[in-house]
């Protein structure tokens, strides 16, 4: 079975609800009935709710930029999952990297979010990527394999099937700076294969692997072009209605 690719795009701390619902209205019209990918839209928390009232009933779905591993408590400033659920939303994005450089976020709090994703249906989008030095220093297998490893601590084949994991080199997000498909399609590569080794040749085969960092429509075709590539994670690409429809439409 060919794997569907998701587009997906992460605002990060932009946009309004008014500038979200802006942007929603005039994307959907440009990206109506695109049925070859699913397309997934990651606002800041305060415009979730309008965004998930925005692509209702359309080919468009929405998510969290970030979820708390616990049902409920005291967590000043975070969201649980079944905050996420209630306000209709179905996708979170797990362990991103500004998360882990900004807010100590481990491998080990990516595998607590990842259970409770799972546990409540929610589909998780498990990033990971190397930082310069480590690509610089050779290490950029390692680094993969250890962040799979530990994201993936207690997951089941039988429970992974939602899983996405994106590869984001860190290098890459912001910098202006892309992977070439050849270095994104041997990380990905790097990655299925332990995917396979820790949940077998099936969930590894059906795995999506999205592509993250500097994902432009000038070089969306010749990333997305490539079978081993199942979407990519925009980020400042994906602000823009015009920008972003021209990456899912490459
Ligand atoms: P840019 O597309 O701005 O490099 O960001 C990538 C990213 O971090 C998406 O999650």
């Known amino acids: ?23 929603t209205d005039a994307f959907l019209s440009l990206v109506a009935g695109h049925d070859r990918d699913e397309i997934a839209l990651f606002p800041s928390v305060t415009s979730l709710a309008t965004v998930v009232a925005a692509v209702a009933g359309s080919n468009v779905s929405a998510g969290l930029q970030n979820m708390h591993f616990a049902e409920e408590g005291a ?3 975070e969201t649980s999952a079944s905050m996420l659920l209630a306000v209709g939303a179905t996708h979170t ?26 546990k409540h249906g929610i589909i998780p989008v498990v990033c990971i990527g190397e930082v310069l030095a480590e690509r610089e220093g ?19 084949a039988e429970a992974a099937a ?9 290098w890459a997000i912001g910098t202006g700076k892309t ?13 299925r294969a332990e995917v396979a080794k820790l949940l077998g ?32 994670l925009v980020g400042g690409a994906s602000l823009k209605a015009d920008s972003f429809a021209a990456i899912v439409k490459y």
């Open 162 to 170: 939602p899983i996405v994991i994106a590869y984001e080199p860190v």
């Open 201 to 232: 040749a099936d969930v590894a085969a059906a795995v999506r692997i999205l592509y993250g960092g500097s994902v432009k429509p000038e070089n969306a075709t010749a990333l997305l072009g490539e079978e081993e590539i199942d979407g990519a």
């Open 93 to 118: 994005l797990i362990g991103h990297s500004e998360r882990r450089q900004y807010f100590n976020e481990t491998d080990e709090v990516v595998n607590k979010k990842l259970h409770t994703a799972l």
């Open 1 to 23: 079975m060919p794997r569907k690719s998701l587009i997906a795009a992460n605002w990060k701390m932009y946009k309004t609800p008014a500038e979200a619902k802006a942007f």
């Open 138 to 156: 050779g290490l950029t297998a390692e680094v993969l394999k250890t962040q799979i490893a530990g994201a993936f601590v207690g997951i089941t």
């Open 75 to 77: 967590y000043t400033g």
């Open 179 to 191: 992977a070439t498909p050849e270095m994104a399609v041997e990380a990905h590569k790097i990655v």
